[in-house]
């Protein structure tokens, strides 16, 4: 009588937990949806595609073709494999409140904001490499003991 009262509570212990899971994985789902992610990662494919049609490597494509490997793709597929890494870092308490915050007011901004700030980020980047770049290029010269003057222009010309 023991073991099969062990062996129900373990059935009905490993179904709850079964439906727990199927229950985070839900709301993971939900997460990447309302969080921008989901739209994110069709955006990133149909760049990628973009990317390969200017590729030396696929110039003998035939027209069209990278756009019909658009319409194959399978998303949720794709989007399901992002369920075990969200599972592996947060409980399923911390999905529910990312969620909670994605979809609040300052949420919504943030997402609204957020490729705005990464295109300000990127060209902010850029200019303060270019800087970085000629800074060490002229401390290299100096303790070479190689100075370069600027070039003049020539007004006349």
């Known amino acids: ?8 509570f373990l059935l009905v212990s490993s179904t709850s937990f079964a439906q727990t899971d199927s229950t985070k994985a839900k709301d993971i789902k939900k997460l990447l949806e309302v969080s921008g992610t989901a739209k994110a990662v069709k955006t990133m494919m149909t760049q990628y595609m973009s ?11 035939p027209a069209g073709f990278f756009d019909k490997v658009l319409t194959t ?4 597929e794709f989007i ?8 592996k870092h947060f409980t399923h308490s911390e999905i ?17 904001k ?9 060209q902010m980047g850029k200019e303060f490499g270019e800087k ?10 100096e303790e070479k003991g190689e100075t ?4 003049e222009e020539d007004e006349n010309k």
Do not use: C, F, N, W
């Open 1 to 8: 009588m023991k073991v099969i009262t062990v062996i129900l």
């Open 51 to 61: 990317m390969m049609k200017t590729s030396p490597v696929y110039k003998d494509a």
């Open 73 to 76: 793709i399978d998303y949720d």
């Open 80 to 87: 399901m494999l992002y369920v075990p890494i969200y599972d």
């Open 96 to 112: 529910k409140e990312l969620i909670a915050y994605h979809e609040s007011p300052i949420g919504k901004k943030v997402i609204e």
């Open 114 to 122: 957020q490729p705005l700030i990464m295109s300000d980020s990127m």
């Open 132 to 141: 970085l770049g000629r800074k060490v290029y002229q401390q290299m010269q």
């Open 148 to 151: 370069e003057e600027p070039e």
